[in-house]
């Protein structure tokens, strides 16, 4: 059979053949139909994460959508590197597999599982997000922060404010429901002022960037908080903007700031299983927040590297047919809009 293969960390991954899986005791081969490219499987592709280790040669992909031999539709949770999904066939435990409701698409799930996890996970496991509390979703223009302004929504916020740096993406989070936005642009004493104005009374952030854009937003609501006993809620969930940011200590003692990260490590798998079975029977109802680009597996390399457009994804698919032309026609068309 064949897999995408990593040999040297942080270099694409090459399309090869490999042996058939050995499942060990308790695992059942799954045949692959979708598994997404995302920051986390470039992250572990790249020996970077902070969950992962660098063992080669590794196939990447760490979630995905298969059929079982008995023909069920499954979603994969998440496989350890230097195992993957990228490849026709995965050895899998059984007990992780979740079926897939009916009538939804293996591309689909693949690709919206992990950006609205991200956000499920934040908000109901760490930020506790109540009905009527307003949140503002800082990166808003990527795959998880459009996800995250729909699903805030759809559990109960009684207001979203989008923050991000693409204009055109803050459009479209103005269209998923963000009744206010900040485009992270100008200098930083404006981008600052924008933030007092539109989040200074918000409950919960949801911050996927970190870096500047953090400073800046966590700065600008304080600066503007009508009451600084109200306690302000922020979710570390990703780091696109930076790895660091400086945080004065006197931020912590001004105002009532609780700070804290949601990510593989902060939430038990139990836990976490349990957050992905309720997202999946959910999805049937939450339409796709961005642009699913398939692409068949045997692009993998030239695949990788490519640019898409904000909200865009590309979604692996081993089997042919069809999608393989539309994915492959599809590629070549993000390619020449970037
Ligand atoms: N902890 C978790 O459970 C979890 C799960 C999923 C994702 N994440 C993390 O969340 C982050 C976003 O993931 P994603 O899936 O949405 O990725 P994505 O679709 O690639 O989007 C990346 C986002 O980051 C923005 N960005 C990148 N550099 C920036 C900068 N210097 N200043 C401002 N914005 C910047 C992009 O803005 P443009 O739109 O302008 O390009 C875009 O909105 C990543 O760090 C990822 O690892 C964490």
């Given amino acids: 059979m064949h897999a995408a293969v990593v040999h040297a960390l942080g270099q694409p991954p090459r399309y090869e053949s490999v042996p058939e899986p050995a499942p060990a005791a308790g695992e059942v081969v ?14 572990f592709a790249s020996g970077g994460h ?3 280790g660098d063992a080669l ?11 079982t031999t008995e023909g069920g539709l499954v979603y994969i949770p998440g496989l350890e590197p230097p195992r993957g999904t990228m490849a026709e066939r995965v050895a899998v435990p059984a007990a992780s597999l979740m079926p897939v409701p009916d009538g939804l698409d293996p591309a689909v799930v693949a690709t919206a599982m992990n950006p609205a ?4 996970i934040a908000l109901r496991e760490r930020a506790r997000l109540r009905g009527g509390e307003s949140v503002l979703v800082l990166g808003a223009t990527g795959n998880a922060g459009r996800a995250a302004v729909r699903l805030a929504l759809d559990q109960g916020a009684g207001q979203v404010v989008a923050a991000g740096r693409d204009p055109l993406g803050l459009q479209d989070a103005s269209a998923l429901g963000a009744a206010r936005t900040v485009l992270l642009d100008g200098p930083g004493a404006e981008v600052t002022d924008a933030f007092g104005a539109a989040a200074a009374d918000a409950d919960i952030v949801l911050d996927y960037l970190w870096g500047r854009p953090a400073e800046l937003a966590l700065d600008g609501i304080l600066r503007h908080r009508a ?64 642009e699913i680009v398939p692409v068949p597996l045997a692009e993998v390399h030239t695949a990788w590297e490519t640019p898409l457009r904000s909200g865009s994804r590309i979604v692996f698919v081993p089997a ?9 026609a599809q590629l070549r068309k993000d390619r020449e809009a970037v």
């Fill in 227 to 290: 009451d600084p006993t109200r306690t302000l809620r922020w979710v570390q969930v990703g780091s696109a903007a930076g790895p660091d940011m400086t945080l004065p200590s006197a931020w912590l003692r001004k105002a009532d700031v609780d700070i804290c990260g949601s990510g593989l490590g902060s939430i038990s798998a139990a836990r976490r299983s349990a957050c992905l079975r309720e997202l999946l029977a959910r999805l049937p109802s939450l339409a796709p927040t961005g």
């Fill in 57 to 67: 040669p590794l196939v990447p992909g760490f979630d995905g959508v298969g059929r």
């Fill in 30 to 43: 799954v045949e692959m139909l979708a598994a997404a490219l995302y920051p986390l499987v470039r992250s």
């Fill in 117 to 120: 996890s991200s956000a499920w």
């Fill in 320 to 328: 042919g047919g069809e999608e393989r032309h539309s994915g492959a």
């Fill in 50 to 52: 902070y969950t992962g």
